[in-house]
């Protein structure tokens, strides 16, 4: 079973400042099974990211996907004030898990 | 435009069983999957199992094996998720979301079960 890491598990950014989060798999995934959520409180997630790099529709582009293997990361160029929220990074592959989340908070 | 409803929230004993749905509606739903995903309280996001309707093989996370049985109908496009032998852990938001071996790209609104002597 493949186990998806977050870091860090909160992240404490002021609006206008640029989220970087990763996704760390316990063993080699294949890239194109790699997603993004954002959620926020009493909604269901949002997909962002599919294929680890690939914005889903309606999503902005200061919401950029990247890595391969075993790291992934999501970075937010400046966060807007309806980006803070939970994220979760998920294998939708043979081993479907997601990640335990990273809060993005305003500082 | 893909939609997922759900039903309602629902309060259940321990040692009982609980059947929610999701109906579709606006996309292909027999040969794209459906995958039930729950949130304990303050908890993350817990993949359970899926199914593709033209494949009727569900496939289930291990955690839940035994426990659980999803189906789905395709003449009224729903998908349905069954988990028995309630506990008090399995108080949750369970969610339905359109997606199986592909990322889940439309999630219905979720559902409350509460398990509750």
């Not at chain 1, 937010?76 to 898990?97: N, Q, W």
């Not at chain 2, 999701?22 to 304990?40: E, I």
Request: charged share 15%; hydrophobic share 30%.
């Amino acid at each position: 079973e493949i186990v998806l890491t977050q870091s860090p598990g909160t992240l404490s950014l002021s609006p206008g400042e640029r989220a970087t989060l990763s996704c760390r798999a316990s063993q080699s995934v294949s890239s194109s099974y790699l997603a993004w959520y954002k959620q926020k409180h009493g909604q269901a997630p949002r997909l962002l990211v599919y294929g680890a790099s690939n914005r889903a529709t309606g999503i902005p582009d200061r919401f950029s996907g990247s890595g391969s293997g075993t790291d992934f990361t999501l970075t937010i160029s400046r966060l807007e004030p309806e980006d803070f929220a939970v994220y979760y990074c998920h294998h939708y592959g043979s081993s479907r898990t997601f990640g335990q989340g990273t809060k993005v908070e305003s500082k | 435009q893909v939609q997922l409803v759900q039903s309602e929230a629902e309060v259940k004993k321990p040692g009982s069983s609980v059947k929610v749905f999701c109906k579709v509606s606006g996309g292909t739903f027999s040969s794209y999957g459906t995958s039930w995903v729950r949130q304990a309280p303050g908890q993350g996001l817990e993949w359970m199992g899926g199914i593709i309707p033209i494949f009727a093989t569900p496939d289930y996370a291990q955690k839940f094996q035994g426990r659980l049985t999803i189906s789905a109908d395709e003449s009224t496009n729903t998908a349905y998720m069954e988990l028995s032998s309630l506990r008090s852990e399995d108080t949750a938001v369970y969610f339905c979301a359109r997606g199986f071996g592909g990322p889940f790209d439309s999630w219905g609104q979720g559902t409350l079960v509460t398990v509750s002597s």
